[in-house]
């Protein structure tokens, strides 16, 4: 199994900064596939970022060019950098790690306001 502790949420204002982090434990050598999604009240949950073990990272069109996601493997932890924050990305985000099968943190809250 793996376990994943997320941390880094909170308040900011628009055009602010956060950098989320997530750190796994357990059967972390397993690990393929890490990221973060995201769920905004009343919205689908949305695929904000991924990062594999190797290989390119991908993002979703609505962050691309303000968001950063990275790998630290000595760490064993997933970062996402949040830069110039919109209120549309007010949500509870939530990261993954694909073992297989799929594990998930318990979501961090981020509220941007205007």
């Known amino acids: 199994q793996v376990q994943l502790v997320e941390s880094g949420g909170g308040l900011v204002q628009a055009g602010g900064s956060l950098r989320l982090s997530c750190a796994a434990s357990g059967r972390i050598f397993s690990i393929e596939t890490m990221g973060w999604y995201r769920q905004a009240p009343g919205k689908q949950r949305e695929l904000v970022a991924t990062i594999p073990s190797a290989g390119r990272t991908s993002y979703a069109d609505s962050v691309k060019g303000r968001f950063t996601i990275s790998r630290d493997n000595a760490k064993n932890t997933v970062y996402l950098q949040m830069n110039s924050l919109k209120p549309e990305d007010t949500a509870v985000y939530y990261c993954?790690?694909?073992?297989?099968?799929?594990?998930w943190g318990q979501g961090t809250q981020v509220t941007v306001s205007s």
């Open positions: 993954f790690a694909v073992s297989p099968p799929v594990y």
